[in-house]
């Protein structure tokens, strides 16, 4: 990505690269099967372009090994799905995934969200999904977290009419900081989050004893 932002306004990282090695098969995702799969910049003004069909946009950010994200994107065929995802090795692996379901609406870019969110059309996203973003639980690092306020004012100007911003964390503390940046949002209102995938990292935290919040807003109806 050759967008470049003022540093001073340029949003802390909510992330921490640890690539790892990676196995075989990612690195042929990766060199072999990313080329066929990859969103290119050039679309970002008008992502619609960059698939097969034109047909309603959902975006997820970070999604991990990916999954999760390959199966909702073959369970929904008449969606089109562009994935983010900072880790190699996650971007990788969801290639051989997406190679082996031959999924014709699915886009992804090895990048960060800030690189890609700002740049998309206003109201160009029926869904906007983020599972499990790391909670960076030490107070120091909250600042860190991914759903702050500035986070909910760019999706809500991305999201469609109807459109659903849907997350989902097993740290309960965070679920209650972003359900009170939500109450401060007068464009975002609650509604039942819809049904979607387990993922890798959430079979993880209930293993652990960990409690799964689901949290969703659409827009209120005067936006």
């Known amino acids: 990505m050759n967008r470049e932002q003022d540093p001073a306004s340029r949003p802390l990282r909510s992330y921490v690269i ?11 995702g990766l060199l072999d099967v990313l080329p066929q799969f990859q969103f290119p910049e050039s679309s970002l003004s008008s ?4 698939f097969k069909n034109e047909q309603p946009l959902i975006l997820e950010i970070g999604f991990g090994m990916g999954d999760s994200l390959a199966e909702m994107a073959a369970a929904a065929p008449g969606h089109n799905f562009l ?3 900072v880790h190699a090795p996650g971007v990788g692996h969801l290639m051989i995934e997406a190679e082996r ?9 090895n990048v960060d969200v800030w690189s890609v969110l700002p740049h998309l059309p206003t109201h160009s996203l029926a869904g906007l999904q983020v599972f499990f973003p790391d909670p960076w639980h030490k107070k120091r690092h909250h600042k860190r977290r991914l759903v702050n306020s500035d986070f909910l004012k760019t999706a809500a100007l991305k999201l469609q009419g109807d459109g659903v911003l849907h997350i989902a964390t097993d740290w309960q503390p965070y679920a209650e900081q972003i359900i009170e940046l939500i109450e401060t949002q007068s464009d975002l209102e609650f509604c039942t989050p819809p049904a979607r ?3 890798k990292y959430e079979r993880r935290g209930l ?3 960990h409690d799964v ?10 936006h």
Do not use: Y
């Open 18 to 28: 640890r690539q790892g090695r990676l196995s075989k098969g990612q690195k042929r």
């Open 47 to 50: 992502p619609q372009q960059a």
């Open 83 to 85: 994935g983010l995802e």
């Open 101 to 109: 379901l031959h999924l014709e609406n699915l886009r992804v870019m």
């Open 197 to 199: 995938v387990q993922t």
């Open 207 to 209: 293993r652990l004893g």
């Open 213 to 222: 919040t689901d949290i969703a807003v659409t827009k209120t109806a005067k």
